[in-house]
């Protein structure tokens, strides 16, 4: 499907005139439901990763997060030897409080063995000590639709299935909106497509992804600082 089957696909079912802004909803307020049900999706399932590089610098902990990451999901240190731990600041806390780290640990410089992630930065700790190339594997954010001719998730093949999921997501939001209780059905059928795509993941884990990355398996818990 393309952005105009998709939108074609939701008037239909909405009862709406085929013509351009002719009905309740424009085309523009379905577009931006489409756009945020794209995110949404792949947010939520994992679906589209990238990988970006970048060199540390002496004495930086914080990197700025590439714009197109969504969520971090490994980080790398002298790409892609070594494996940088997840950890929070909190984490951080406890085990400075308990002596297994220096306190305080925002001072402690050496080669890194963790990284945290807030909304736009990518933190290393401890401080970097030399440069090296840095890297991370995160969620792609995917093209908006803007035009007849654009297809979703950037014309992901493996993901063509699951276009429908769209459709619903706009059904369930705007029939929501409108009091109409008949969006619980397309809730459903959104909520059970989210399932298929991480089922199709965890089978084919070898041929989901526009940018054949080596995934890991997903669910990776924090673990302790490999100290």
């Known amino acids: 499907m393309n952005l105009l089957s998709v939108l074609k696909e939701i008037k239909r079912s909405l009862k709406e005139p085929s013509g351009v802004d002719a009905g309740h909803w424009s085309d523009d307020a379905l577009i931006r439901r489409v756009n945020i049900g794209q995110r949404k999706i792949v947010r939520l399932t994992s679906c589209m990763e990238a990988s970006w590089e970048a060199s540390t610098v ?3 902990r914080s990197y700025s997060k590439p714009l197109l ?5 490994r980080a790398y240190y002298e790409y892609a030897g070594k494996r940088l731990y997840p ?3 909190a984490d951080l806390d406890i ?3 308990t002596g297994k780290i220096s ?3 925002t001072d402690e410089t050496g080669t890194p063995t963790n990284y945290y ?3 736009r930065n990518v933190w290393l700790y401890p401080i970097p000590d030399s440069v090296v190339t840095f890297g991370i594997e995160g969620i792609l954010r995917p093209d908006d639709l803007a035009v007849d001719a654009d297809i979703p998730f950037n014309d992901e093949p493996y993901l063509i299935d699951y276009h429908d999921l769209l459709v619903s997501f706009v059904l369930w939001r705007c029939l929501l909106e409108d009091g109409n209780e008949t969006f619980a059905v397309h809730q459903k059928d959104f909520m059970e497509g989210l399932g298929s795509i991480m089922a199709d993941m965890k089978h084919k884990p070898d041929t989901m992804g526009t940018f054949d990355l080596v995934r890991s398996a997903k669910g990776t818990t924090r673990g302790p600082l490999p100290l």
């Open 117 to 119: 992630e807030t909304l």
């Open 69 to 73: 990451c969504l969520r971090v999901l």
């Open 87 to 89: 950890v929070t600041t």
């Open 58 to 60: 002496i004495a930086q």
């Open 95 to 97: 085990y400075a409080s």
């Open 103 to 105: 306190s305080p640990w």
